[in-house]
């Protein structure tokens, strides 16, 4: 078997240890005898969704917001239709806004996003910065990593929350949820990087995409991720 | 002097000494307290300095201000120093406490040479008045504490607006970021490396800041020599790199050190094209401080400060330390192993803690390229708080041959125990500490 991951902006948003979902995805896909291509897409690269399996798009400095904005805007029909086919796709941070309706600045300036989560972003003062452990519905463990966002994202309507936050701030805190779902498109504001310590999610991206690709039930082979566990235990522990 | 200011001198050396009795070593306290009684306790006592001189960046402060003090003491000029690692406001009021008679004050003739945390160096600046600022580098860095890159170029910018025109500064040309925030500055002086240099083949993902700071633009890059630093250009912004006033080059172990059109010549055994810059950072202030003369002396016989590059003779083994702290400190380490050093089967220690000090988001070992040190590696004992993330790290790069160990005595005893004379340590800030004092370090 073989699967294409596109790594959306893997110049400009590339700040924060993204690299690591990449490699986590890359590695758990080779380690199973599955050839695994990633696909670097930046600005004035076209996207076609059809094509590939998998995305992900990860966290950014501010300063780049607006140069991606107007380039994720020009790519907003191929991601919002390739979401609607059930690709499965990873956002954190700044692509997990983004990835909303708008962003709206301290100073009241709006980026617009392109709306695949029903949900909107406000800058804030506040940073939330923390270890964070949080439950999701859909996962037989929880989630851990590492949360450091001062914007605030509210979610309404068809999206759901990616979980509910155990211990940390979580989207907004106030709510108590932690990222987003829809359909398989998922954002979170999970560093650590997200995947490594929570390889259940890592598998469950793999799973949803091979099952697209090959339109038949997928089961990987599992893999031996005491290691995974144990680190995970740790982030956990520091909660 | 008024009653503040003598109730906070008296309370800081009280603590102080109280602090030396207990050997607590708590070298920033005497400050903290202070600095509650008495706010602009640094702004008055530092008055009375000859010059004061303010070094920050994320990577080689420490480097860069130990060859600047020992400049000093070749030129017999007394100095303070903040050397004992506090560079925050507190550390440098307990050295300015340490320092001054009970009447607050300091004989004439003496320099402050403050090492200065790069989120603080605005109010560094507001209080010391400095006469000297450089600024060596804008790395990603406990992200968890500075929040972005950004954040910190933006206040840096402020900063260096606010400055007297009298201030000197001295900013790396190589670093994009620092060119771009310099650039309406008056009385800049750059450094770098000379652009004949080899460059690196550095990883692009954890350059941090390959686009234009000032238009957006992606810049061209002719040499990439650490992290972002190199030799670029922007399209939109014309000459966004600056000319140098003093420069550095390496050939094998010789190092040329150019500045006032004059060379100076040396051999040292110190690695790294980091280190490049901390000699030209070093000898731009001693340029423009007319302390040239001394450069040779300095240069030659410099040693570095504890634990960034440190050789410790311990029983009949030698174990060689290097401080990693954040994705282009590391790399640059993994690159002067393998790219000078040129060790093959080592035998090494990691230790990652995670306490304030060390960063408690541990994410940014996934910028650092083990991929390149890991053929290279025979025996890895893995330590720390953080172990487990290290070692899931080095697995996800096929690499599954190390022992973990978090306890770090244990691990130093196992690491001790191999046969291997050398031995390679790579410790996070607090485990380094812990460590040297295992080895029965403590001394700085």
New interface residues.
């Given amino acids: 078997m073989r699967i294409t991951i596109v790594h959306l902006y893997p110049d400009l948003l590339n700040m924060y240890s993204d690299m690591g979902n990449i490699v986590c995805l890359q590695k758990r896909c080779q380690w199973r005898g599955i050839e695994a291509k990633i696909l670097p897409v930046s600005l004035n690269q076209s996207f076609v969704g059809k094509k590939y399996d998998l995305l992900y798009s990860g966290g950014g400095q501010d300063r780049y917001q607006a140069v991606l904005c107007r380039d994720l805007l020009r790519k907003k029909p191929s991601l919002k239709q390739a979401a609607l086919q059930g690709m499965p796709i990873l956002t954190t941070c700044a692509s997990f806004q983004l990835f909303g309706h708008y962003f709206k600045s301290k100073e009241g300036q709006i980026m617009p996003g392109i709306g695949i989560f029903d949900a909107y972003t406000v800058g804030s003062d506040i940073r939330k910065i923390g270890n964070i452990a949080v439950k999701t519905d859909f996962l037989p463990n929880n989630l851990v990593g590492f949360e450091n966002h001062s914007g605030n994202t509210y979610l309404k309507g068809e999206t759901k929350p990616l979980g509910k936050v155990i211990k940390g701030f979580g989207n907004n805190g106030e709510d108590g949820f932690e990222g987003a779902i829809y359909k398989n498109v998922i954002g979170s504001y999970l560093h650590g990087p997200i995947l490594p310590k929570n390889p259940h999610l890592c598998d469950w991206l793999l799973t949803k995409a091979l099952e697209r690709k090959y339109e038949k039930k997928i089961v990987l082979p599992p893999l031996d991720d005491t290691l995974e566990w144990q680190a995970h235990e740790k982030t956990s522990s520091l909660v | 002097m008024n009653l503040k200011r003598f109730s906070s001198l008296l309370a800081g050396k009280l603590i102080q000494q109280a602090s030396s009795l207990t050997g607590t070593g708590a070298t920033a306290a005497p400050g903290l307290y202070a600095l509650k009684i008495d706010p602009k306790l640094i702004a008055s006592l530092s008055r009375q300095l000859e010059k004061n001189i303010i070094i920050t960046g994320t990577n080689g402060k420490t480097t860069t201000a130990r060859m600047i003090s020992q400049m000093l003491e070749n030129a017999g000029i007394s100095y303070i120093h903040n050397r004992a690692g506090s560079n925050l406001l507190r550390g440098i009021a307990s050295t300015l406490i340490k320092n001054v008679s009970l009447t607050g004050k300091i004989p004439s003739g003496v320099f402050g040479l403050w090492e200065v945390d790069e989120a603080v160096l605005s109010q560094a600046c507001q209080q010391l008045k400095p006469d000297i600022v450089i600024i060596n580098n804008l790395f ?1 860095d406990q ?2 504490r500075y ?4 954040t910190i170029a933006k206040l840096w910018q402020q900063t260096l607006e606010s400055l007297s025109v009298k201030t000197i500064k001295i900013i790396n040309a190589d670093d994009p970021v620092l060119s771009a925030i310099s650039r309406q500055i008056p009385n800049v002086c750059y450094f770098g490396l000379d652009p004949q240099t080899p460059g690196q083949n550095v990883s ?2 954890s350059a ?1 800041s ?2 234009c ?1 000032l238009c ?1 633009s ?1 810049l061209v890059y002719r040499r990439f020599y650490a992290g972002h630093l190199g030799i670029y250009s922007c399209p939109k912004c014309p000459q966004l790199q600056p000319e140098k006033c003093c420069q550095a080059s390496k050939k094998n172990s010789q190092i040329t050190i150019e500045s006032n059109q004059q060379k100076t010549v040396f051999k040292s055994n110190l690695p790294g094209l980091y280190n490049l810059y901390n000699f030209s950072a070093a000898a731009c202030a001693g340029a423009k401080l007319k302390l040239d003369k001394y450069f040779l002396s300095t240069f030659a016989n410099f040693r570095p400060a504890f634990g960034r590059v440190e050789k410790i003779k311990y029983k009949n083994k030698t174990l060689r330390l290097f401080l990693v702290k954040n ?1 282009t400190g590391f790399n640059q380490v993994i690159a002067t192993l393998i790219n000078e050093l040129k060790v093959k089967n080592i035998v090494c220690l990691i230790a990652v803690n ?1 306490f304030l000090a060390d960063g ?8 650092v390229d083990f991929e390149k040190l890991t053929p290279c590696l025979k025996q890895t004992i893995i330590s720390g ?2 172990a ?2 290290m ?3 080095l ?2 790069c ?1 690499y599954n041959n190390y022992f973990i160990q978090e306890d770090l005595k244990k691990a130093l005893d196992k690491l001790l125990a191999y046969p291997t004379k050398e031995l390679i340590i790579l410790p996070t800030y607090t485990a380094m500490l812990a460590l040297r004092k295992l080895l029965g370090k403590e001394n700085l």
């Fill in positions: 990603r992200l968890d929040g972005e890159i950004d692009r993902h941090d390959i686009f700071y957006g992606k994705p995670d408690r988001d541990v994410s940014w070992l996934w910028d708080t953080r487990r993330d070692a899931l790290r697995k996800y096929d």
